[in-house]
């Protein structure tokens, strides 16, 4: 059974940067796609960036140019860099990957971002 275990969220004004991470853990691990959803107070969760597990990557128009998603295929790992954060940042940000053994999707349990003005 693979497991993510997300850390890296917090408080920060209007311009600073916060660092999201996603660590999978579990046997036999094979992951596809990974990325990074949020999900803002009354609206839906939406995907803000993915990366496959060739590097190649794509983001939603609203934080393009500034995060950047990463990984470390050796580490199991997803990161997010947010960086020039807006206070519609603000969301609870769930990792999640695609256990290619599975087929199935395996999410984080969600990080808060609160972005003050």
Known sequence: QVRL???????VQAGGSLRLSCAASGSNLRLGIMGWHRQAPGKQRELVAQIRRGGSTNYVDSVEGRFTISRDNALNTVYLQMNSLKPEDTAVYYCCAQN???A??????????TVSS
């Open 5 to 11: 275990v997300e850390s890296g969220g917090g408080s």
């Open 100 to 102: 290619l053994l599975t």
């Open 104 to 113: 199935r999707d395996v999410w984080g349990q969600g990080s808060q971002v």
